[in-house]
């Protein structure tokens, strides 16, 4: 029996890294996904692939900060699939690395409107879709920057990664009694683009226990632990998936 046999989910940022990831792990585990990102050449290409191997999959491609990408991501979900059972609002942006006081507004708000108001308006169209089925599970992929550390040049990215809690604690607080769990995962330094070259991934390998950083898979096991009937009691949480990094700050 497959973890996730039967289930609808919704993986946003699935062209690339991490995302990619989960899409290709919830396929092989029973789900049909709903892949939704800017570049529609690499989620045709994703969505391909997972239908070779037998999986099922559907692509809805577009900005995560408009709000009518989610409504069509849900629309298809439901269109082809049968309903939604469960969202990774996962497509996020570094941002501007910069020291506050130079950070512009516009590059402030890009960065909180793609990392934080995105997964918002995510939210804000999977639950309906969720409450018609009974329940459902609603990942966000936060990070430790602005949880457990913060980093130089990083403030935007780590205020907007921090939102993402309260985010999951006030869904939580809304829709727990109605079978929606929401949680927050949280990777250290992951082998993405996002990642820079091998001398920024081997400085950020540094501040982890492991003394490594992830790979996207281990990151996307996480994700289908937080996502799958395995977490049934697991809601308002955040699951740190990083190599030791918040435990030895």
């Not at 001398?199 to 996502?227: C, N, T, V, Y």
């Not at 740190?240 to 435990?247: P, Q």
């Amino acid at each position: 029996m497959m973890i996730l046999e039967g289930k609808v989910a919704i993986v946003t940022g699935a062209s690339t890294g991490i995302g990619h990831a989960i899409a290709r792990m919830f396929a092989v585990q029973g789900a049909a996904v709903v892949l939704v990102a800017r570049r529609a050449s690499r989620l045709d290409d994703l969505a391909d692939a997972i239908r070779r191997e037998g999986g099922r999959a559907a692509v809805a491609a577009g900005d995560i900060r408009l709000p009518e990408v989610h409504d069509a991501a849900v629309s298809i979900a439901l269109r082809e699939f049968g309903g939604l059972d469960i969202a990774i609002n996962n497509a996020g942006t570094v941002g501007s690395i910069k020291p506050l006081a130079d950070i512009a507004p516009e590059e402030w708000n890009d960065t909180l409107n793609t990392n934080l108001t995105a997964a918002y308006l995510g939210a804000r169209s999977q639950i309906p879709a969720m409450l018609e089925r009974g329940g459902g599970s609603i990942v966000f992929t936060s990070s430790f920057v602005g949880t457990s550390v913060g980093l130089p040049g990083m403030a935007a990215y780590g205020a907007s990664k921090a939102g993402l809690m309260g985010l999951v604690k006030g869904i939580t607080a809304d829709y727990a009694a109605h079978r929606i769990r929401a949680n927050a995962l949280l990777p250290g330094g992951v082998d993405t683009e996002m990642a820079g070259d091998q001398s920024q991934k081997d400085w950020a390998a540094g501040l982890h226990a492991m003394k490594r950083i992830a790979q996207p898979d281990e990151i996307a096991s996480a994700a289908l632990f937080l996502a799958s009937s395995l977490a049934s009691f697991v809601t308002g949480s955040a699951l740190w998936a990083d190599g030791g990094n918040a435990a030895v700050k």
